[in-house]
């Protein structure tokens, strides 16, 4: 019963948020245009379903991941 107990802490300092959020979302928002070009400028024929899957999964987490950066940085703790 002697142990001591230590508080829950973010592997990520609170002043990165900001700029976690941004850089992230920036790059997640980059990816998803490119997959919209390419979904656009590709016949039918053309298209490779593990590209857009790839695209999409990487878009996908780097949104995901700014979205919660940036609600960090505003003070919503989720």
Do not use: H
Not at 8 to 21: G, K, M, N, Q
Not at 43 to 72: D, H, I, P, Y
């Amino acid at each position: 019963m002697g142990q001591s107990v230590k508080p829950i802490s973010s592997p990520v300092p609170d002043e990165w948020y900001p700029t976690l959020a941004v850089f992230m979302l920036a790059i997640g928002l980059v990816v998803t245009a490119s997959f919209f070009v390419y979904e656009a400028t590709s016949s039918r024929k053309n298209r490779s379903l593990a590209k857009e899957l790839t695209t999409g999964a990487v878009a996908s987490v780097f949104l995901g991941f700014g979205s919660l950066f940036l609600l960090l940085a505003c003070g919503v703790y989720v």
